[in-house]
Every structure is written in C-alpha cells, then in structure tokens.
C-alpha cells in the first residue's frame, strides 16, 4: 500500500493531538471536544452528501438514533459503554440502511431527498418526545460514573482523544473510500446517475451502501455526545441544529473532500464563539441566534463565492503564491 | 348527538385551519412549479410575515385585516428583490444551490428574529379574536371563518392572474420551458423573481389571517412549512387546486387526528403522510411529473 497520500491526515491528527498539552484551559477543551463531535457528525454527512451528492437535510435522524441508543442501553439494559457504542453505530447504519432504502427505490433525489430526511427526523423527534421508554419530554440522564471502563473520563483530554481518534479513523477511511473503486462509482453518480448506470455501475447499492456508512458514522457523533454531556433530550438529539451543522460545516470546509468536515466544523465553531463573545461584550449580554445568524451568512456566501469552501479557497490562494513566483 | 356536534365542530375547524394552510402552500407550490425548486425559507417569511402584523398592531395600531393591504406588497417587494439580488446570483443557476441559499436565508432570518424578539410566544389583541357565529349547535371563529373566505378568495384571484393576464402567461411559460421562453423574449430573471414575490405575498396575507387567532414566536414558521411541504407534496408540486385541496384535507386530518389520538400523535399523522406520498406516489394526487 502506498502511504504516501495519508501522510497529511497524520501530521494534521498528531498536531490536533498535541493542542491539549500546550492548551490547558477548561474553555478550550470543552470547545476542541464539541468540535470533535460536529466534525464526525459532518464527516458522516460528507460521505453520502459530498461523495455522493445526495444533500440530506436531515442527519440528526442518525446523530439521535446514535445518541439516543447509547444512552438507553446503558440506563435501560445495563450495557456497558464500550459494547454500547458500536451497538448503537450499527443501528445508525440500520436507520440509514432503511431510509436509503425507502427513498432511494422511490427515487426520490435533489428537493425530495432533501424533504423526506428532514420529515424523518421530525418523526424521530416527535416520538422521541412522546415516547415514555426514551424519556419522553424530560429526556434521559446516562448516571455520572468516572471510570474509563463507563467511557467517563475525569480528565478533560482523555475525552478530547477519544473524540479526535474517531475522527482520525474517519479521516482514514474517507481518504480509502475516495481512493477505492467504490468512491469512484460513488463520485460517478453524485455527477451523472444516468451515465453511470449507463457504464453498469449498480447506482441504489452504491447510495445504498453511502447513507448507511454514513449513518454509523453520524451515529458515533451521537454515542460520544451522550458520553459528553451524560443528558439527552428529543430536541437536543433529534433536533434541526445538528442537521444543518452536519451539512454547514462541509460546505463551508469544502464539500467532498477528506478534510472539508473538520476545517469546515472548526472555523463555523470558532466563529460562532467568536461571534457570541463578541455581540456579548458590545451589547452586555448573551443574544441568543446571533452565531446561527453568521452561519447562514456564511453558507450563502460560500455557495455564491466558495463553491469550494475554505480549503478550496486556500487551495486557489496557494496555487496563484506558487504561479506568482519567477 | 354531542359526538356528532363535536365531530361536526372538529370538521369545520379542520377546514377553516386547512384553507390557511392552502394559502401557505400557494406561495411554495407555485415557486416550485416554476422554479422546481423548494424553497426553504418560505417559513421563516411566513414568520416574518407575521411578526410584521405584530408589529403593525402594536406599534402603528393596524388592525391585521388593514395592515394586510400594506404588508402584501412589501412582501411581494422583499421576495423580489432577495430572488433578484441574493438568491438568482447566489446560486449560479444550479438547483441543489437554491436550495443550500434558501436554507441559509431560512436560518438568517428565524435567528435574527429570536436575536430581536427572543423566544417569548406573543399575540395580539383585536376585538374580534373570540367572536363566533352559531350556526345550528356549531359555534364558527369569526376570525377563522373570515380566513377560510379569504384564501378562496386569493386562490381565485392568483388563478385568475396566471390564466388571464401577460404575466401569468410568462410565468406559465417559463414553468414549462424556460429556454423556450427566454427565446420568445421573456425576461426569465424577471419572472422567476416575480413567482417568488407573489410567494412572499401570499405568506403575508396568510400572516394577516393568522394572527388575529395564533400565537407568534421566532420558531413558529417550521410548524407550518412541514404541513405546507405536505400539502404541496399531497396535492402535486406546481399545482394550484392541489395545494387548495390537499390544504383542506390536510387541516381536517390533523383536526380529526388530533381530536381521536391527542396533538402529538395527530402531527406524526401528518409527516407520515408526507412521507407515505414522498415514496409511493411522488407526483401526489394532481401532479404531472415528479
């Protein structure tokens, strides 16, 4: 195997796993962590909507299902953390598996993939609501219980890890997927479904295969958000916000590329930060949707100028350094 | 005798709510006839649309049912010119662009909302909000009943533009082949942008309907957009008297759900509707094509 092409995920991953030993505040472990989460949340997304174009508007349908199934195997069943999660990340690939399977055998695609993910989170959502044995409206409390054998770590950076080694998989994989014949066939179809049936790719099995890796890997997102936060509600789980930063965050890092999520997710965070602090400061208090009204500016503004997002951006910047020298 | 008395009254509200949700579904059935494209904003306007009538009432003193011949064009105006000017070159003519932009301007205008407004539900207080009329042993919102005629009456009135004037000859036009119609001379931009203004519009007089018996909070819009995006799914995306019927429909099978199987489940009534008609039959009941 030729490693050659990996060598940027690993030197990007060592530096992402070095920050904590210079950066020691609570503040900006807790942000690294929830960065972590969105990016693996967006990496999922990344996978079925920039690989292979189909735009889903509604992830939280996996990220819920994850977070949801991690917290009621450990209060309902007892389960252990570590068995639970890929528990959990194999029913996110089942959702996924059973969505991609409905919607895509009804050949639903552009403006009606869109519609029918989004109204499959609202359902999950409202049964989340509903029903008694997830808790209902008052959501789920996972019981605190340090210990790395309950995956609850007293010390902030162990869960920082955890999170970031997920992404690293994550970054892994993508990079072989994009480079395997099955990203290709995948590609193919996100540019012209007709011309690669045409060419006898198997065009469903190979969504089909997309939104259910997918799925898990969303689901994951979900497991480590249960794992962080310990609480859990059909709002929090299920709700439109993880949606949109599940699809936010690789547009705006550069939609179909292996780090187009984890740019994309900590610039939008970093903003969203910077954003709230700043509006906080001018105005003496907190203005709720102020970041959220950034984010959308942000994706109307990388649809129009960066179709490419941020590391398309860099990557012109860089090319036209390189074509200025003699 | 009661049950039915309550079967009847849950019938007739479910009408009355229905011809609301039509008028909602107009504006998006009608920018997608066009444009094939869902527009994601459309409930963020109609928030917007509403929190305009608040402020209409609070601050200058509009009654809704006067402020409507004053927001009606303004919105018409808005939909112009964000089609015009932010979402037409936004989006460079690519379909799965218009739909990320509206989403942006959805996200945009629901957040800076909550920013101004914050989440507090509010109301406004008009004379007539309790007022009914007896008709036999069932008791009709005057309110309710005033927006159940006037939607039939702006329904008619769109009709009445897209069949018998230039502009509904364009707009017809362009829905079916808009190179087509770009060659005959029409100003494709300027009707695309006219289709998202007449959308805005309706939104509007949907938003002076409403408040004289809804509560209005930044969030309220994705309420009805998910049953607007039923009812244009049920009725056919791009038709007229589907996005009327399935309106009433969907208004009467939320009443009746909601009625024999409490709010919450009747809801989920209605997204499994959306996606029973997403997968089986995409063209929904008057449809052309998917």
């Known amino acids: 195997m030729n490693r050659a092409p990996y060598m940027p995920i690993a030197l990007v991953v060592l530096g992402l796993a070095l920050l904590p030993l210079g950066l020691t505040s609570n503040t900006v472990l807790n942000f690294l962590s929830f960065a972590m989460i969105i990016t693996l949340a967006a990496q999922g997304w990344n996978i079925l909507g920039g690989y292979g174009g189909q735009f889903s508007f509604g992830h939280a349908v996996f990220f819920g299902t994850g977070a949801y199934a991690m917290a009621l195997l450990q209060v309902r069943f007892g389960i252990n953390p570590w068995l639970a999660l890929p528990l959990a990340m194999a029913l996110g690939a089942a959702v996924g598996f059973a969505i991609g399977h409905l919607s895509f055998r009804a050949r639903l695609r552009g403006s009606y993939f869109a519609l029918v993910t989004l109204a499959f989170a609202e359902v999950f959502r409202i049964s989340a609501n509903a029903w008694g044995f997830t808790g209902g409206a008052a959501g789920v409390l996972v019981p605190l219980r340090i210990g790395p054998e309950h995956m609850q770590f007293a010390d902030k950076r162990l869960s920082y890890w955890m999170a970031l080694s997920f992404v690293a998989a994550t970054l892994v994989l993508t990079l072989a997927m994009s480079r395997s014949r099955f990203g290709a066939q995948l590609v193919a179809v996100r540019e012209n479904e007709e011309a690669a049936r045409a060419l006898g790719v198997d065009a469903l099995a190979v969504k089909l295969k997309a939104i259910t890796l997918s799925g898990a890997i969303t689901a994951s997102a979900g497991c480590l958000y249960t794992q962080k936060f310990l609480y859990l509600d059909a709002n929090l789980a299920y709700g439109p916000w993880i949606s949109v930063e599940a699809l936010l965050a690789p547009i705006i890092g550069g939609v179909g590329t292996v780090f187009g999520p984890l740019v994309g997710a900590v610039v939008l965070l970093g903003l969203g930060e910077v954003t709230k602090t700043a509006f906080a400061n001018l105005t003496g208090g907190a203005i709720p949707g102020v970041d959220l009204v950034v984010f959308g500016v942000l994706l109307i503004l990388c649809v129009a100028y960066a179709p490419r997002g941020v590391l398309g951006l860099a990557q012109g910047w860089l090319g036209r350094l390189k074509g200025a020298r003699p | ?290």
């Not at chain 2, 301007?105 to 407004?117: D, H, K, Q, T, V």
């Not at chain 2, 507090?120 to 007022?131: A, E, L, M, N, Q």
């Not at chain 2, 009327?244 to 489940?265: A, K, N, Q």
């Open chain 2, 1 to 290: 005798m009661l049950k039915l008395d309550i079967f009847l009254s849950a019938l007739a509200n479910g009408l009355m709510t229905g011809a609301v949700y039509a008028l909602i579904s107009l504006g998006l059935t009608l920018v997608y006839g066009v444009l094939h494209i869902i527009n994601f904003a459309h409930g963020a306007t109609l928030t917007a649309a509403m929190f305009a009538v608040l402020i209409a009432h609070t601050v200058f003193g509009l009654d809704p049912y006067i402020a409507v011949f004053i927001l009606t064009p303004l919105f018409f105006a808005l939909g112009y010119g964000v089609q015009r000017l932010v979402i037409n070159p936004a989006s460079h003519g690519n379909d799965s662009n218009i739909l990320l932009v509206t989403l942006g301007l959805s996200i945009i205008i629901e957040n800076a909302l909550l920013a101004g407004f914050r989440s507090d539900t509010r109301s406004i207080d008009v004379p007539y909000g309790f007022s009914v009329i007896e008709i036999g042993n069932l008791f009709l919102s005057v309110p309710k009943l005033v927006a159940f005629v006037a939607s039939f009456v702006v329904a008619l009135l769109l009709w009445l533009l897209l069949a018998r004037t230039d502009t509904g000859k364009a707009i017809r036009a362009v829905s079916k082949e808009k190179t087509g119609a770009a060659l005959s001379g029409i100003n494709v931009d300027h009707i695309y942008a006219v289709t998202f203004g007449l959308g805005a519009a309706c939104l509007a007089i949907a938003a002076c309907l409403l408040m004289p018996t809804f509560l209005v909070n930044p969030r309220v819009g994705n309420a009805f957009v998910l049953v607007a995006f039923t009812i244009v799914v049920l009725g056919g995306m791009g038709s007229i008297a589907g996005a009327l019927i399935g309106g009433l429909i969907i208004g009467v099978v939320e009443s009746l759900s909601g009625l024999y199987f409490g709010e919450s489940l009747g809801q989920i009534g209605i997204f499994l509707i959306f996606i029973l008609v997403l997968l089986f039959r995409p063209t929904g009941l008057f449809g052309a094509r998917a």
